[in-house]
Structures are given as structure tokens and as C-alpha cells.
């Protein structure tokens, strides 16, 4: 059978038996070549679905995600004015926070990240040119920060922009990066003088996942309890901030031992690594906490454990050396978005609940009275 299928293919307009090497059908002659990308692509499209529908089920909700990457990302590419990132900006305070019934329940559009990148890269090559070109020494720290920190600070910039609510303001999100990134760091490093250092084998692999992520754990619940945050978007941001510190100072560290080549391969990695697996844990912790205290009983919700459990997963398979690493770590990137894609989903679908459970209270108000 299998030595059939490898010889034989199906016509799926006529039903036509053909040979493999055939490029349309004998019998109506439908192209055969596209079918089999509409093939793949269906098969593609299935797993993605699977995938999604599995994540969505760890937050409630029994249905695949549907992923238009298209439709998020539309406003990059259009002009934008300053008054407009202003009100970005402004978000937080007393008097730009908007009530309930304002919070945005559609598909996020965020764009401002785009541009932070785009600064952030361009202070980056010119550093690099000076070094490379000019010989000047004295670029040197500035492009180790820029290159620690132009990525995940323009992936805290999406965060925050996606962030519906509009609750937290942007010195608070810089107050999370810089202290929760260095006071996670801090806490990875104390866990490790308990544990050991792992290796890049399956095992140690998995206690660097375990313990990196426990360490951020750690720190994201402090500033869930002390922020008592109750909605999946800042949980969301507050992690997705710690991971962020937490990133720029590695990639430093690394960059100061390795050498720029690996500070810029880190860059480009961490377009999935620290920022979203942080997010994803944050965002899954106060979806399991809602508006209640923050207690040990949330932190063994199969739900919560669930999307723990997954950024141990994806930063264990990171670290773990493998053939086809390029291959692999943009498969783990991928994969970490779809989390976040489920999660921006949750959030929304938050949203919508908690607008019609508003309006249920407020139309049963004239009834007890």
C-alpha cells in the first residue's frame, strides 16, 4: 500500500487515478502539483488547528484559534502620526484609563513595536559600523547593550501596546523590566547554587528549562500579587516585561563572554525565548487567578501547570543541542507565538465576559430594587 501511494496519486476533482510523476490529470485534466500544495497546506492547516485547539482548551474554551497574522499586523506598514503614539504612551494614569465599557474587544492591532525595532536596529548597525569600519573601540558597550536589548524591548513594546486595558503605564512596565529582569536573574542564579548548573542533554536541558522558568515565576507573582492585576492582558505584560529584563541582561553576559556574533544570533532568538515564555506564564497566572488574592492553589491549576509546563518544554528543546538547529528554533518560535495567539484570544473572549456580565448585573438592578 505505502509502495502504491508512492507511485500513485488521486485526482481530487475527478477522483482519476494517476501516475506520482504526472503533472495534470489524465482524465480531466486538473493540475496534479497543486493539488499536493493544497494537500500540504491543508495538512499544515490542520496541525496548526489542532494545535490551537488543545492551547484554547487549557484556558476554557473547547474550540481551535483561528491565527490571521495578516490581519494583527496591518497597521505596521501604514503611516502613523505622533499624536497617535502619544496616546500609546499615555496609557495607565488615572485619566487615560479607559472604563469598561471603552476597553477594545477586537482584534489587537498593535504597530508601535515595529517602529521601537526599527530605532533600536538602526542605532545597532550604525554602532557596528563604527567598530568594523572605523576600528573604534569605543562603540563597543553601546553595541553590546543595543544588541542585548533592541529585540526584547521592542517585544515589550507589542506587549504593552496589546495590553486592552490600558491599566498599566509605561513607567510602570519600565519599573517591572528593570528591577523584575535583574531580580529574576538574581533568582535563577540563587536556584542554580541549589540545583547545579544543567548541561545541553535531554536531562540538563530540561533542569535549565525548569529552573529559569521557576526563577521568572517567582518574580512575575510578586508583581501579580503587588499589582493585584485580574486580567489575562496584564498578566500577559508583567511577564512579558520580566522576561524582557531578564533577556537583556543574558544576551549582555553572553555577548561579553561570546563575542558579537553570538550577541547577534541571541538578538534573533530572542524573538521567541525569554519575552514569550514569560509572557505565556503570566498571562497564565492571572487567568487562573481572575479578581481573587493570588494563592498556592493557583499555582497547581491544571490550567496554569499547563502553560508552565509548555515554556519549560519549549526553553528545554532551545537549549537542547540538536541537529537542524536553525530549523528547530524556528519551529520553538513559532510555537511560542501560537501560545501567545491562544492567550491574546482568552483575553478578549475576557473581555466580551466580563462586558455582558456588566450589562446582565446592570439590567437586573431594577429588579431587586
Same mark, same amino acid.
Given at each position: 500500500?505505502?509502495?502504491?501511494?508512492?507511485?500513485?496519486?488521486?485526482?481530487?476533482?475527478?477522483?482519476?487515478?494517476?501516475?506520482?510523476? *504526472?503533472?495534470?490529470?489524465?482524465?480531466?485534466? =486538473?493540475?496534479?502539483?497543486?493539488?499536493?500544495?493544497?494537500?500540504?497546506?491543508?495538512?499544515?492547516?490542520?496541525?496548526?488547528?489542532?494545535?490551537?485547539?488543545?492551547?484554547?482548551?487549557?484556558?476554557?474554551?473547547?474550540?481551535?484559534?483561528?491565527? *490571521?497574522?495578516?490581519?494583527?499586523?496591518?497597521?505596521?506598514?501604514?503611516?502613523?502620526?505622533?499624536?497617535?503614539?502619544?496616546?500609546?504612551?499615555?496609557?495607565?494614569?488615572?485619566?487615560?484609563?479607559?472604563?469598561? *465599557?471603552?476597553?477594545?474587544?477586537?482584534?489587537?492591532?498593535?504597530?508601535?513595536?515595529?517602529?521601537?525595532?526599527?530605532?533600536? !536596529?538602526?542605532?545597532?548597525?550604525?554602532?557596528?559600523?563604527?567598530?568594523?569600519?572605523? =576600528?573604534?573601540?569605543?562603540?563597543?558597550?553601546?553595541?553590546?547593550?543595543?544588541?542585548?536589548?533592541?529585540?526584547?524591548?521592542?517585544?515589550?513594546?507589542?506587549?504593552?501596546?496589546?495590553?486592552?486595558?490600558?491599566?498599566?503605564?509605561?513607567?510602570?512596565?519600565?519599573?517591572?523590566?528593570?528591577?523584575?529582569? &535583574?531580580?529574576? %536573574? %538574581?533568582?535563577?542564579?540563587?536556584?542554580?547554587?541549589? $540545583?547545579?548548573?544543567?548541561?545541553?542533554?535531554?536531562?540538563?536541558?530540561?533542569?535549565?528549562?525548569?529552573?529559569?522558568?521557576?526563577?521568572?515565576?517567582?518574580?512575575?507573582?510578586?508583581?501579580?500579587?503587588? &499589582?493585584?492585576?485580574?486580567?489575562?492582558?496584564?498578566?500577559?505584560?508583567?511577564?512579558?516585561?520580566?522576561? &524582557?529584563?531578564? #533577556?537583556?541582561?543574558?544576551?549582555?553576559?553572553?555577548? =561579553?563572554?561570546?563575542?558579537?556574533?553570538?550577541?547577534?544570533?541571541?538578538?534573533?532568538?530572542?524573538?521567541?525565548?525569554?519575552?514569550?515564555?514569560?509572557?505565556?506564564?503570566? &498571562?497564565?497566572?492571572?487567568?487562573?487567578?481572575?479578581?481573587?488574592?493570588?494563592?498556592?492553589?493557583?499555582? $497547581?491549576?491544571?490550567?496554569?501547570?499547563?502553560?508552565? %509546563?509548555?515554556?519549560?518544554?519549549?526553553?528545554?528543546?532551545?537549549?537542547?543541542?540538536?541537529?537542524?538547529?536553525?530549523?528547530?528554533?524556528?519551529?520553538?518560535?513559532? !510555537?511560542?507565538?501560537? #501560545?501567545?495567539?491562544?492567550?491574546?484570544?482568552?483575553?478578549?473572549?475576557?473581555?466580551?465576559?466580563?462586558?455582558?456580565?456588566?450589562?446582565?448585573?446592570?439590567?437586573?438592578?431594577?429588579?431587586?430594587?
Amino acid at each position: 500500500m505505502a509502495e502504491d501511494a508512492e507511485k500513485y496519486t488521486y485526482c481530487t476533482n475527478c477522483g482519476t487515478k494517476n501516475a506520482a510523476t *504526472n503533472k495534470f490529470c489524465l482524465e480531466c485534466g =486538473q493540475r496534479l502539483i497543486e493539488q499536493d500544495k493544497q494537500t500540504k497546506d491543508s495538512r499544515a492547516g490542520n496541525i496548526l488547528d489542532n494545535a490551537t485547539k488543545e492551547m484554547n482548551s487549557w484556558t476554557g474554551e473547547d474550540k481551535s484559534v483561528e491565527i *490571521n497574522f495578516k490581519s494583527i499586523f496591518n497597521q505596521v506598514f501604514k503611516k502613523h502620526t505622533q499624536d497617535e503614539t502619544d496616546r500609546i504612551f499615555i496609557a495607565g494614569t488615572k485619566e487615560t484609563t479607559p472604563t469598561l *465599557n471603552e476597553v477594545a474587544d477586537k482584534e489587537v492591532r498593535p504597530w508601535l513595536f515595529s517602529r521601537v525595532f526599527l530605532y533600536l !536596529s538602526s542605532l545597532l548597525l550604525i554602532l557596528l559600523a563604527v567598530l568594523i569600519i572605523f =576600528q573604534n573601540s569605543n562603540a563597543y558597550p553601546g553595541l553590546l547593550f543595543m544588541g542585548a536589548l533592541s529585540v526584547p524591548f521592542s517585544l515589550l513594546i507589542f506587549f504593552f501596546e496589546i495590553n486592552v486595558f490600558k491599566n498599566i503605564s509605561i513607567y510602570q512596565v519600565m519599573k517591572i523590566f528593570f528591577i523584575g529582569g &535583574a531580580f529574576s %536573574l %538574581l533568582m535563577t542564579v540563587f536556584i542554580y547554587s541549589l $540545583t547545579g548548573s544543567g548541561n545541553f542533554s535531554l536531562l540538563g536541558s530540561l533542569l535549565i528549562g525548569l529552573v529559569e522558568e521557576t526563577g521568572k515565576l517567582v518574580i512575575i507573582s510578586y508583581f501579580v500579587h503587588k &499589582a493585584n492585576v485580574s486580567h489575562i492582558f496584564n498578566g500577559m505584560l508583567i511577564g512579558a516585561a520580566i522576561g &524582557a529584563g531578564f #533577556a537583556v541582561f543574558e544576551n549582555a553576559g553572553y555577548a =561579553q563572554n561570546y563575542g558579537i556574533a553570538v550577541l547577534l544570533v541571541r538578538s534573533f532568538g530572542s524573538l521567541g525565548s525569554h519575552t514569550i515564555w514569560s509572557a505565556i506564564i503570566g &498571562a497564565a497566572l492571572v487567568m487562573v487567578k481572575k479578581s481573587n488574592k493570588l494563592t498556592k492553589a493557583h499555582f $497547581t491549576d491544571r490550567h496554569f501547570i499547563n502553560f508552565f %509546563l509548555l515554556s519549560v518544554l519549549l526553553h528545554a528543546l532551545w537549549d537542547l543541542k540538536t541537529p537542524f538547529t536553525d530549523v528547530k528554533l524556528v519551529l520553538l518560535i513559532i !510555537s511560542g507565538w501560537v #501560545a501567545i495567539f491562544v492567550l491574546i484570544h482568552a483575553g478578549l473572549r475576557e473581555v466580551k465576559e466580563l462586558k455582558k456580565l456588566k450589562l446582565k448585573n446592570m439590567l437586573e438592578e431594577p429588579r431587586e430594587a
